[in-house]
């Protein structure tokens, strides 16, 4: 009975004794005094580290790249479109033009060239340009 | 580099810290050991040695485990000098324990190696039996065996004090 209870007044005492050893913090000067020693500051090391400069000179170039190369690319895309609509107006004139004429002053040949060649090719132009 | 071994430090510090104060009863001391391991881990990654949790406990034992016995040359020492006088410092308090109180601290300082690292590794650290076999250099048997007779052997020297 007394060997019992020395048993389980040892069991706990140990459960005790490491759950209170468990709890147990390094104190935080170990991890300055290391970082000190080793010459790894702990606020500022995303700016001293070897790496970080080239990295930030490359993401400028790139995204001074990238600009240059998207207005290069719309102001194209705007001039295809001004031109675009500069034939479709022509096309356009040409239309009321012949609208306005009989049936019998029209043939096919007559049209072809004045019409059917500029609105095809403005309509192109606008597609291309929409792309 | 620097985000890996800070990752290191975060995840170890108080395991390893934990295991110096329980094997050297000191704190400072217990601080130093860490700070001198973790050290070690960036000489060592610098040097393109392969990690594994295992090292950083072997290294901090190994540390911990050289100190006791630069304190045991100091206890002799002192012993040789106080030869003839009436005060002569406890074993105990002088190469042990100066800072852990209570009997199970005592208890588990008396403890031979690698009975004592087992059971604080195991207990307090949590470690597996394989990380602890690794830290050892024992076999994963040994290790069970081993922490088997650390743990009887505290718990019979404590119902001797307790009975």
Not at chain 1, 3 to 27: D, I, S
Not at chain 1, 91 to 117: F, R, W
Not at chain 2, 81 to 99: K, M
């Amino acid at each position: 009975m007394r060997k019992q209870r020395v048993e389980n007044q040892v069991t706990e005492e140990l459960t005790h004794y490491f759950e209170q050893a468990r709890k147990l913090k390094c104190p935080p000067s170990m991890k300055q005094n290391l970082y000190q020693k080793i010459g790894l500051n702990q606020g500022s090391n995303w700016l001293n580290s070897s790496w970080f400069k080239p990295a930030l000179a490359f993401s400028f170039v790139a995204v001074f790249s990238l600009g240059l190369v998207w207005q290069n690319h719309s102001q194209t895309q705007q001039d295809q479109l001004a031109t675009a609509e500069k034939d479709m107006q022509i096309a356009m004139h040409y239309m009321q033009k012949i609208s306005a004429k009989t049936l019998q002053d029209v043939n096919t040949h007559g049209i072809k060239p004045a019409i059917i060649v500029p609105v095809s090719k403005s309509i192109a132009q606008m597609s291309m340009a929409q792309i | 580099m620097s985000i890996w071994y800070r990752l290191q430090v975060n995840q170890n510090q108080h395991g390893l810290y934990a295991l110096a104060y329980q094997m050297l009863g000191n704190q400072l001391e217990a601080e130093d050991v860490v700070q001198d391991t973790f050290i070690k881990l960036w000489q060592h990654k610098e040097g393109g040695g392969k990690f594994e949790k295992a090292w950083l406990y072997k290294v901090t034992r190994n540390q911990c485990l050289d100190i006791i016995r630069r304190r045991k040359h100091a206890y002799e020492y002192q012993i040789a000098q106080a030869v003839g006088s009436d005060v002569s410092p406890s074993a105990t308090d002088v190469v042990l324990n100066d800072e852990l109180s209570g009997e199970i601290g005592k208890a588990i300082n008396q403890l031979d190696e690698p009975y004592q690292s087992l059971l604080v590794m195991r207990e307090v650290n949590g470690l597996s039996y394989q990380v602890l076999a690794d830290a050892l250099d024992l076999s994963l048997s040994q290790t069970k065996v081993y922490l088997h007779r650390a743990r009887k052997q505290l718990k019979e020297s404590l119902e001797k004090t307790y009975a």
